[in-house]
């Protein structure tokens, strides 16, 4: 009869050891503390930026599941939609500055305080360099800060040519069509892309010398505009 062999004992693992739920968060917790975890974790901005590229992406993945033709309908519609938006600003551009900024154009004067002299002396520069666009602009701006030189108009920044024609109309009522006549050619050219001539200057000019010859109407306020 054969005979069994007895082989090493093994030994008994015992009951499994069972940590409380507490302990064990705790554990966990100061594990997951350590700097070795904490090296390999993305920054703030990364983790703003993923987030703000998982919405993008989910949201343009809607648009094109939604869209015929998937991603390629997609692009084709945001090719179409740019193309809009641009003609649209181009042509919103083009009719402002054919209509100048708002009524009656822009500011007059758009640079620091200069004396009617100043002015003038700038108009007459530019048109012996033959800049008719710039000497009728210096010359309308001579006009009206001679007018506020004497004290028949308000300094008021950002007054327009339009403005600035009709308030000295009321202390200068014989001169009034020729002041709204250089208004308006100061905003053909300034505002409208049209371009000055020697004649322009020229009448800007004598409208300039003729207001320093004429006696103002002193009865009405100064800097008012005509009703």
């Given at each position: 009869?054969p005979?069994?062999?007895?082989?090493?004992?093994v030994?008994?693992?015992?009951?499994?050891?069972?940590?409380?739920?507490d302990?064990?968060?705790?554990?966990?917790?100061?594990?997951?503390?350590?700097?070795i975890?904490?090296e390999?974790e993305?920054?703030?901005?990364?983790?703003?930026?993923?987030?703000?590229?998982d919405?993008?992406v989910?949201?343009?993945?809607?648009?094109?599941?939604?869209t015929?033709?998937?991603?390629?309908?997609?692009?084709?519609?945001?090719?179409l939609?740019?193309?809009?938006i641009?003609?649209?600003?181009?042509?919103?551009?083009?009719?402002?500055?054919?209509?100048?900024?708002?009524?009656?154009g822009?500011?007059?004067?758009?640079?620091?305080?200069?004396?009617?002299?100043?002015?003038?002396?700038?108009?007459?520069?530019?048109?012996?360099?033959?800049?008719?666009?710039?000497?009728?602009?210096?010359?309308?701006?001579?006009?009206?800060?001679?007018?506020?030189?004497?004290?028949?108009?308000?300094?008021r920044?950002?007054?327009?040519a339009d403005?600035?024609?009709?308030?000295?109309?009321?202390?200068?009522?014989?001169?009034?069509?020729?002041?709204?006549?250089?208004?308006?050619?100061?905003?053909?050219?300034?505002?409208?892309?049209?371009h000055?001539?020697?004649?322009?200057?020229?009448?800007l000019?004598?409208?300039?010398?003729?207001?320093q010859?004429?006696?103002p109407?002193?009865?009405?306020?100064?800097?008012?505009?005509?009703?």
């Amino acid at each position: 009869m054969p005979l069994l062999l007895a082989g090493p004992a093994v030994d008994d693992p015992g009951p499994p050891v069972v940590v409380d739920r507490d302990p064990a968060r705790e554990a966990a917790e100061r594990e997951l503390s350590k700097q070795i975890y904490a090296e390999h974790e993305p920054g703030l901005a990364r983790r703003v930026w993923d987030w703000l590229w998982d919405r993008i992406v989910g949201t343009l993945e809607s648009a094109a599941f939604a869209t015929p033709g998937g991603w390629l309908g997609l692009l084709i519609i945001l090719a179409l939609v740019v193309a809009l938006i641009v003609a649209l600003r181009l042509r919103m551009g083009a009719l402002r500055t054919a209509a100048g900024p708002g009524r009656g154009g822009g500011a007059l004067f758009t640079d620091g305080p200069r004396s009617a002299a100043e002015h003038r002396a700038a108009a007459a520069e530019h048109a012996r360099a033959a800049r008719w666009d710039q000497a009728v602009q210096e010359q309308l701006r001579a006009i009206v800060r001679s007018l506020e030189e004497r004290a028949l108009l308000q300094p008021r920044p950002g007054r327009t040519a339009d403005e600035a024609a009709a308030e000295a109309a009321r202390p200068m009522p014989a001169l009034a069509a020729d002041l709204r006549a250089a208004a308006t050619t100061f905003d053909a050219v300034t505002y409208g892309g049209l371009h000055a001539t020697q004649a322009d200057h020229a009448r800007l000019r004598e409208l300039d010398e003729r207001l320093q010859r004429s006696k103002p109407d002193l009865t009405a306020p100064a800097g008012t505009a005509t009703p």
